[in-house]
């Protein structure tokens, strides 16, 4: 009965959306043909149109050159990653012609680098990370991998790209961590958390993470470092400081304070 869920054991991947299933006769048969259909796609797969990342493309773009990029999209369900390749694939124009390789579901493995190796490919993945075998060989053999977590910032970085117009990228590395010892209030200024830095330092316009019970509750950029009553950019590890953190009021003692700034990659 059309739309009636079964279950369906052996595969060794997850079926795409739309593709067809088919009753062969006996098991070795079925086999034989699959091996003959993944070979001829993979035969598809390899071949190699000389982009290997968004960054190189960029300087092909900024030389005036025609250029195709090649994408492999792993996201963490079938909807989404559907959704994904169908809006990037509307994305092409006449000067960059973006081809979608391969799409999945699941965390990105050693086949999907392997894969975009031999294409020259980028990987997109969607809610998802790489397995720790695939991010070494990923390392080793420079397939760039760019993971994304809201499909605005994936069509945004690929616009950007298509623009000439492509920044760099950043992660956000954590640098500190303190305790509250204190939390006062000032007026016209709100409440000011008294820290002491137990690792690292705090540092202003710095991100900050308040941690309760092991939960982060808000998250916000520190507008105010202040050692005594002296303003500073920087306060070290095994200082107290009043740290003010922007639209954040909920603080109590013994919250935890986890700083982080933006490096680029």
């Known amino acids: 009965t059309p739309s009636t869920p079964v279950e369906i054991s052996g595969f060794d991947d997850l079926p795409d959306v739309a593709d067809t299933f088919q009753v062969i006769e006996n098991e070795k048969t079925a086999r034989n043909i699959g091996k003959n259909r993944r070979m001829a ?26 250029k195709q990029l090649n994408l492999i999209i792993k996201g963490d369900v079938a909807g989404s990653v559907e959704a994904l390749a169908d809006v990037i694939e509307r994305m092409s124009s006449d000067d960059i012609i973006i081809d979608i390789i391969h799409k999945g579901v699941g965390s990105i493995v050693e086949g999907d680098i392997l894969l975009a190796r031999a294409s020259n490919a980028a990987i997109i993945g969607f809610k998802v990370k790489p397995d720790t075998k695939a991010r070494f060989i990923a390392s080793r053999d420079n397939v760039k991998i760019k993971l994304y977590n809201i499909i605005y910032n994936v069509i945004e970085d690929i616009e950007n790209l298509i623009k000439g117009m492509y920044e760099p990228e950043y992660i956000s590395v954590k640098v500190g961590e303190a305790v509250v010892r204190s939390v006062f209030k000032i007026p ?37 470092v202040k050692h005594f009553q002296e303003d500073r950019k920087k306060v070290d590890k095994g200082l107290e400081c009043g740290i003010k953190i922007d639209k954040v009021d909920d603080i109590k003692t013994d919250d935890i304070v986890e700083i982080y700034i933006q490096k680029e990659k």
């Open 41 to 66: 796609m993979d035969g598809q797969k390899k071949k190699s149109y000389g982009i290997v990342s968004f960054e190189q493309l960029q300087k092909e773009i900024e030389k005036g050159k025609k």
């Open 188 to 224: 016209k200024t709100g409440f000011i958390a008294g820290v002491y830095i137990k690792d690292g330092y705090i540092e202003r316009n710095a991100i900050a993470k308040l941690i309760r019970d092991g939960d982060v509750l808000y998250e916000g950029k520190i507008i105010t």
